[in-house]
């Protein structure tokens, strides 16, 4: 069976930056594969492997753009959001095992491997190819800000648009410390500089992953939906002249555009049971009309004069 998968403005930006960042990710991991062989640098070679993690791992966010926006089913009534978050923490993973232990086993190999000249030609070669390294991913990075820019909610929101510019600046940032461990080797003789610019490579990336991973988990066990939401969304409820107390109001985040509002409330006396179905609907109508993203609604009335307890559950459609 087909499946219709919607695809919003932003969506379709973020994909065409994930698409550019895989671009430049293939052509760069091949050219300093080569490099990295020709001029026997291990920094070259664990920057290649750096480039094949995030070529994997914008893979990964392709999917993950794809999958999240599968609409509800029966198996998923609260829709496929959290794939979203899911493809980030493989994404994390990827850049952990190719990119950030490689690194650090290059290091490793080039230290107890000792010192070994190499002519000036395959300094010159490797140096040049990082060059072109800076200059791709210089241009990945700035397409991926130049989005942030203008982009509601910044680039916490999105997990897909947070890993392409986590990986594009440790890009940056990583060819800049392997050109400087390969001119220092060429200068000095020593290979413990490019060994050193492998290791710290490796340490960035495995840092990295580890953050990327952090939030990704985060938002799969649950993690609340903003605190400035929620405190509007309290404070609109305490503005109902029908409520008496807000007695709970838990959120959660079920994906880029969906979250969950679960509110336990106590309403003044003197409401009868139809009226109760009235408020209880325009509060949740309310609330879906002043955030679109709260799509789930469930209120728990209590305390309503007509019965010991009532309780009424209105949910928005996924």
Known sequence: MRVDVSETTTDRKTRITVLIALAANLVIAVAKAVGGVFAGSPALLSEAAHSVADSVNEVFLLAALRRSRKPADRKHPFGYGKERFFWSLLAAVGIFVMGGCFSVLQGVEALRGGNHEESSGGYIAGLAVLFVALLAEGVSLSRALLQVRGQEGGVGKDPALRTVIAEDATAVLGVLVA???MALHMVTGQIVWEASASLAIGVLLVYVAYRLGKDARDQLIGEAADPELRARIEELLREQPEIDEVASLLTMRLGMDSTLVAARIDLVPGLDSEHLEQVSMRIRSSIQNTWPEADQVFLDITDAPTAATATVEAAGTP
């Open 179 to 181: 050109m400087a461990g």
